[in-house]
């Protein structure tokens, strides 16, 4: 259960970038912007380890950056899915 509560920030962090970088206007509520936030922090880290670059010194750019096009293409799918504009 802590760890979910952990994923809360991370994960408004990433969706609210993801939602930044993306074109246009995004009809997605707060809740659904966390969700796919967190979604996409989790596949960015897999990804990342993948690469070897899940654990760097200081700021793990890298990760951070994979999280943000994870939850940018999960908000798209998500869009695509409920036929949101």
Known sequence: ????????????????????LLRGKQNISLLWTIVLGMVGAVVG???????????????????????????MIAISIYLAVTGRK
């Open 45 to 71: 880290r897999i990804v990342a380890g993948f690469f070897g670059v899940a654990v760097t010194p200081g700021i793990d750019w890298i990760r951070w950056g994979l999280s943000i096009v994870a939850a």
């Open 1 to 20: 259960m802590l760890a979910l509560a952990g994923m809360i920030v991370p994960g408004a962090i990433v969706g609210g970038l993801a939602l930044l």
